[in-house]
């Protein structure tokens, strides 16, 4: 008997290596590619539209963008424009979508360019190659157009460039990168004029993310420090571990980092930090999930998260769910609340997977969100993208939840109220 694997929604002829979904329009934009070498491996950028049929997700190609040598490895979303790493560059693209009748054209000889015929899913062919999608031309189909707006070089190694995330702010006035170099630069959006850098790390950048004000940059680094800025001055360096006296320093290194808003409670902020171990043993040590005060930066709950080396995190629009890959290609959703895991497929791509992305709370996604509570979609260097959906949970369970929610609040009101009164005491004394 075979693995158990989660459902296969696409594949792709290049390695995927990110993967966004647009809550306006609900396309599902996944990007990769061979790189600059002469595999014959392609570079390019697709663009899906996500269906629910009979209670079974499903996707269309609408589009093909190739990107000549350049594999996009990061990729945020602001409104219609596309930022994307690629090489020492960040990219920036826009993409509008309209229905049109599909106009009967020649093919390009050397068929390079952006493709924009609608192939729908098919059954999978004895090869793999090219996805096994089935090339079918809708007389309707719905038309997309991508246009490269501006690019800024946004790493300077001098070998080997690569930018390793790109974030928009939310109010989709700055841009900011994270390369190899360990810089973090800043840029004014749309402008895209430079407002500031600064060295960050001593080593190249795992990840970026900034706060909904925009007061507060965190970056990761493989140095094993997570910083947290404002503007380009350090605010607070974080440790994770300070009352974890079994963990030695450079035991673990930081590896991702995400703000995320609370659902019910509307003033409240918290930062989801992972942990991995800096070395690998034969028999490795478990990796981290931390969930953080997002405007104190205090540590309020770190539980283990498994012993597989997690490759990549994501957080749900309502702050409700935490999705992990890992380098084994294991994919996981975690209550993001009390970070105990939902959903867990073990090896489910079988290779390491490189991004994962929650269906946005948008009217669009509501429609092919089913009868799910939550639904992921996860890419992998396997070129596959799987899409991964937890059921609504019984009655029971939600209950369960919410026990779960109140003794933990109690926990946190008990702990507070002894410190409370260990200080009287102290003061007392003195």
Sequence with gaps: MGKRRAPELYRAPFPLYTVRIEPRTGLIITAGGGGASKTGIKNGMHFLSLDLVGGVHSATLLHTHETDTRATMCMCLGGDVIAAGQDANCTLMRFSQHTAKQEKKPAAKDGAGDKGA?????????????????????EDSPQLVVEDVGAVQADLSPQDPCVKCVRFSGDLKLLLSGGADGYVRVWEFPSLKEKFSFRAHRDELEDIDISPDSKHIVTVGRDFECSVWSGDQLAVGLCWHENMPQITEKMYRYKSCRFARVEDQK??????????????????????????????????????????????????????????????????????FSLQKLYYI?????????????????????????NNEVVMLSVAVDSRCQVHAVSNRTADLVTLVQVERHLLHRAVVHRQATQNRFQNRRKNRL
């Design 267 to 336: 003033d409240a902020l918290r930062l989801y930090t992972v942990q991995i171990p800096h070395k690998r043993d034969r028999k490795p040590p478990p990796c981290y999930i931390t969930k953080w005060d997002g405007w104190a930066f205090l540590p309020l709950l770190t539980k283990p998260c498994g012993n597989e080396v997690i490759s990549c995190l994501s957080v749900s629009d309502s702050g409700t769910f935490l999705g992990l890959g890992t380098v084994t290609g294991s994919v996981a959703i975690y209550i993001a």
């Design 346 to 370: 073990q090896e489910s791509h079988g290779i390491v997977v490189t991004d994962v992305t929650f269906l946005p709370d948008s009217p669009k996604s509501a429609a092919v969100k089913g």
């Design 118 to 138: 609608a192939r729908k899913r098919g059954r999978r062919g004895q090869n793999g190659e090219g996805g096994g999608d089935v090339a079918q031309m809708k």
